[in-house]
C-alpha cells in the first residue's frame, strides 16, 4: 500500500526548532516531488516548500531563511527543518507526493508555537 507517514510535530516556543519527517513507500519516493503543506485553522492549505527529485527546492515567502527541506532518498524520507519559529507558523502540516496526475498525503502533523 502506498502510504505517507509523518512525524516530528509537537508544541515549541517562539524562536525554537523543530524536524518534521516523512516517510514515503520506495514506490513512490524516487519518482515524484515532495513537499509540505500547512493549513491553520480557518485558513486554505498553503505550499510550505517542495524538492524535485533532483533536488531543486522551493519555498513559500513566510519560510524562507527559516525553514529547509531536504530529502534522503536511501531513507525515502523527506525532512522539513523549522528555526526561528513563529506563532504564525501553527497549523497541521500535510507531507505530500506528486508526480503529473498522482497525488498523495499523509494523515497531518500537528504544529503549534505557543509561549
Known amino acids: 500500500q502506498v502510504q505517507l507517514v509523518e512525524s516530528g510535530g509537537g508544541l515549541v516556543q517562539p524562536g525554537g526548532s523543530l524536524r518534521l519527517s516523512c516517510a514515503a513507500s520506495r514506490n513512490i519516493f524516487i519518482i515524484t516531488t515532495m513537499a509540505w503543506y500547512r493549513q491553520a485553522p480557518g485558513q486554505q492549505r498553503e505550499l510550505v516548500a517542495d524538492?524535485?527529485?533532483?533536488?531543486?527546492?522551493n519555498y513559500a515567502d513566510s519560510v524562507k531563511g527559516r525553514f529547509t527541506i531536504s530529502r534522503d532518498n536511501a531513507k525515502n524520507t523527506v525532512y522539513l527543518q523549522m528555526n526561528s519559529l513563529k506563532f504564525e507558523d501553527t497549523a497541521v502540516y500535510y507531507c505530500n507526493a506528486r508526480r503529473g496526475t498522482f497525488n498523495l498525503w499523509g494523515q497531518g502533523t500537528q504544529v503549534t508555537v505557543s509561549s
Open positions: 524538492i524535485t527529485t533532483g533536488g531543486s527546492t
